[in-house]
Structures are given as structure tokens and as C-alpha cells.
């Protein structure tokens, strides 16, 4: 049997490899064509073929490239479009494939254990699709169901992506992409596994509770695997939707967005990690459902002070406490120069809660909040690790950079206005590291997830 199950494995990432390389061997003669022979290539075009050929791939590599939309950098600015794309326009799979999937998961009797269950599939992701169905006691149910050998997929798309970044860096020296390839590699190892996204989900649920505009599914274990994850249905609207409501419409939801993200942040410690806008709608009452927990980050309680540490810094001109702060984040080895760079970034982040006054988060820039900015203290970043003996740049910075970058997006597009500043003081007015580390351990000890 299990070396059956081997030779299943095997097959698999030969064939992964054959798509995902004939995929990419296509990407690669292009841009040789245009470095070695001169040959012109249309960037919007040529970005648009790729996010056709992800989508049709589906799997970590669709998934990769949603994740690299969202951070400052990864790769050019017309592919970070395209990219986008792959967060709502995946096309679905079959229904004999469903059917198949749904028998490995719940047994040859499957279709008996639903009242019904829709052969289309409401939504296709990277790395599954949700079917609406309603249980015996009609209850209307998601049921998310992961696409088949997406672990030798994942393995075979982490190896292709070297190749990729490699690719990308021919093609324009100045983008540098290997800093973020651990990070993706834990961060799709996690979502394949929906018994721990299944943790996370009822996590979220108590860490919000107490929100009365923020609501989380509820997990049916009895109809939940490994590889099936079944949750209430939440009906909302899609939060592009809002772009032109009222204005005291518009920054009520933005509100609900920011309690759904920053208090599981400051008062556990837990982030949020994959802020597309498929994984959050609105309901009739302004309020937010918060979507998919696949991708969730726990930071220590340092981690979390050393956030708060570099607000105050920067509230009062304290260089010093900035370095520290910094260090705490997870940078080492840094210079004058270093220091000053980080504080450009930092003070951008920070820039819409150190002002004590209603007004908008930014400016988006190619569709992407903080996109321009972000590509040019990343570079500079580069250049002083190459002109003066290098820094790491922690994996918890991509993280938060993208999460932060995502969700400011959000309120872009909303074009809420809100005083932030004092928003963020009362959320982290009576904030103690002692407390936020023994209540985290206690909470995710609580939900089977203590690290």
C-alpha cells in the first residue's frame, strides 16, 4: 500500500514538473528574447499569459503568485497586477472531480451526510474550492475542499520558484527575491492543513467574541478532515462594492476592518495573514465577516512591544529605542544608514496614527497601498547590505510588511477617513508584554495551538 501511495507521490511531481516547467520554460524564452536578441515584449501582455497559466495550474504556484502581488518588490509593477487577478478569477474544477475528492474524504456515502450539495463551486482558490450545501438539521454550510497531491505540489512549485526568482533577476538586476522564500514555504505548508486552519478559525472566533461588528464561521467537525473543511455560510457582499457608498458607510467599515485585524494582534499576539478581498465581505449591517484562516501568524509578545516600542519612538524623536525596537523585530548588524532607512519605512507605516486628526490612510500607487514607497526602501535596504557588510531582513518584516501593506489597501480603496491616532491609542492604552505573553499561552493552549 504504501508503495502504491509512493509511486502515486512520485507520478504526481513528475507531472507537477512538467507543468509548472513548460509553464515557466515559456516565461524564460521570452525575457531571453528580449535581453539577448533585442526582442520587444509587451510587460502587460506578457504578465496577463502568466496569470493564465497560474490559474489554470492552480496549487501553491497560483497561490506564490497572489502572495507576491502583495509584497513590495517581489516583481515588477505590471506583473503585481496581472497577479492580483489570481485572487478571485481561479477557474473552478469538475464535478466528477468533486465527487471523487468528496469520496476520499467522507466515504463512498458522502452525498448522504448533505440535504443537498451544490455541483458548482461558489469560489476556486489556489489551493481548493468551496461548494455551498445544507446539512440534514438545513443549516447552509461552505465546504472547502482542497485539490488533489497538493503536497508533492507544494515541494515541486518551492523548487520551481528559485527557478522563477532567478528568472525575474535576469531580467531586472534590481529585484532581489530570495529573502521571501522561507517564509512562503511555511506559510503554504500550514494551508494545506485544514485541520490546523480549523484551530485557527475557532481561535478567531473567541479572540473576536466580544466584536459585535466582526463575525467568524463556525466550524462542523463532523463534516471536517484533514482535506474538507466545513464552516457555517456567511452571506455578505463583496467590500468593492462600498467604493462609492456614503462616506459615514465607508468609514464604518473600515473601522470593522481594523478591529477584525489589530485586536487579535495586540491583545493576543495572532495577525491575520493573508488580507486579499476575497477573505473578507460585508453583511446588510456594516458588519464584517472575516474569512479563510489558512494563513495566520503568532508573534511573540516581544515581537508585539517591540511594535508599540517603535510607535513611541518615533512619537518622540528616540533613536535609540528605534534601534531596539528593530533588533526586537529581528535586525541585526545595523548601521547609521541602516537605521535611517528603516525610519523612512517605519514613519510611512506609522505616518496615519502619529497624527492627531481625521484623515485618509495614503495614496495608492499601482493599485497597491505603500507600493512605491516600500520598492525603494527594500532597494536601498540591498544596496547598504551589499555596500557595507549586510543585514537579514527578518521574515517577520515581509509578513507584516505585506499584511500591513494589504489591509491599507483596504482602506484605501474605501477612501474612509478616520482619526487613527486615537483609534490606536485606545486599542493599546493598557497593553503590558507580561499579560499579552501569559494570555497567549493560555489561549493557545486553550485552542490546542500553544508554539
Sequence with gaps: MNTQKDERSISAKVKRYGQVGSTMAGLAA?????????????????????????????????????????IPEAVPSEYAAELQQLQSNAPPMSWPFVRRRMKTELGADWENQFKSFEREASAAASLGQVHKAVTHDGQLIACKLQYPDMQSAIETDLNQLKIIFSIYERYDSSIKTEHIHAELSERLHEELDYEREAKYTRL????????????VPQIIENLSSKRLLCSTWLDGEKILNFKEAPQEQRNALAMNMFRAWYVPLYYYGVIHGDPHLGNYTVRQDNSINLLDF?????????????????????????NERAVHAYEIWGFKNLSKDHIETLNVWARFLYGPIMENKVRPIGEVTNGIYGREIAEKVHKKLRELSRDQGGITVPREFVFMDRAALGLGSVFL?????????QVFNELIQDFDEKSLKQHQNETLKKFDLAT
Design 30 to 70: 521570452k525575457l531571453a528574447g528580449q535581453r539577448y536578441l533585442g526582442l520587444e515584449i509587451n510587460r502587460a501582455d506578457h504578465a496577463a499569459q502568466i496569470t493564465q497559466a497560474l490559474g489554470n495550474l492552480k496549487g501553491p504556484l497560483m497561490k506564490i503568485g497572489q502572495i507576491l502581488a502583495t
Design 204 to 215: 478567531y472566533a473567541h479572540m473576536l467574541g466580544d466584536e459585535s461588528h466582526v463575525f
Design 294 to 318: 489558512g494563513c495566520v501568524r503568532i508573534f511573540p509578545s516581544e515581537f508585539v512591544g517591540g511594535v508599540i516600542s517603535l510607535y513611541h519612538a518615533l512619537m518622540e524623536n528616540d
Design 413 to 421: 480603496h474605501l477612501k474612509s477617513e478616520i482619526n487613527w491616532y
